[in-house]
């Protein structure tokens, strides 16, 4: 197949993971950007794809398709990872950097200070999750499997993978608002 046609065939694809990331991130990325990333990863899945590995092309075009979009929001983001052993050597950038005095900074350097602290805090919710929590959300907001899907999985009712999906998710804001949800854990 050439890149055209792979492109063709695998386009309900691309749109899909571009309405999947666009319905999340209205406000700050643009459709076209994210349906162009994707058919991005499609493409280097076409390029990059060995049959012997016993590999779907499809799951393959999938994960690499979300990865470019992945890294074109990482990108756009603004934000760096440092790898630890070089921590030491570099100059963090004005606006990741906590400032003395709040009243010098502007609103798009808050802004940046509160995703930054967001998704710090986020992280650490996310280890005081079960495993069981975890791969029910990955399920569902990585992998954008249905409840059906989950339920299956996890072999209980549609009902039941609801009420543990929203049993995730109190357990979850009750962590990032510092409050530990202990009490009804089904998982």
Not at 1 to 24: C, G, N, S, W
Not at 35 to 48: D, P, V
Not at 80 to 104: G, L, M
Request: net charge negative.
């Amino acid at each position: 197949m050439t890149e055209a046609e792979v492109l063709k065939a695998y386009d309900k694809l691309a749109h899909k993971l571009a309405r999947k990331y666009h319905t999340i991130y209205k406000k700050k990325y643009e459709y076209d950007d994210l349906y162009q990333s994707a058919c991005l990863g499609i493409l280097k899945a076409h390029r990059t794809y060995d049959s012997s590995k016993c590999v779907n092309f499809k799951t393959h075009a999938y994960n690499l398709a979300r990865y470019e979009i992945n890294h074109y929001m990482r990108d756009d983001s603004g934000l760096i990872a440092i790898p630890h052993h070089e921590s030491h050597n570099v100059n963090v950038p004005k606006a990741v950097q906590t400032p003395e005095n709040f009243d010098d900074i502007n609103e798009a350097e808050f802004n940046s200070l509160i995703n930054i602290e967001n998704k710090c805090i986020l992280d650490g919710a996310f280890k005081h999750l079960s495993e069981k929590q975890m791969e029910l959300l990955k399920m569902i907001y990585l992998d954008d499997c249905t409840m059906e899907e989950v339920a299956r999985n996890f072999d209980i009712s549609r009902t039941t993978a609801y009420i543990w999906h929203n049993k995730a998710i109190e357990k979850l804001r009750g962590l990032m608002d510092g409050i530990q949800v202990q009490a009804g854990d089904l998982l």
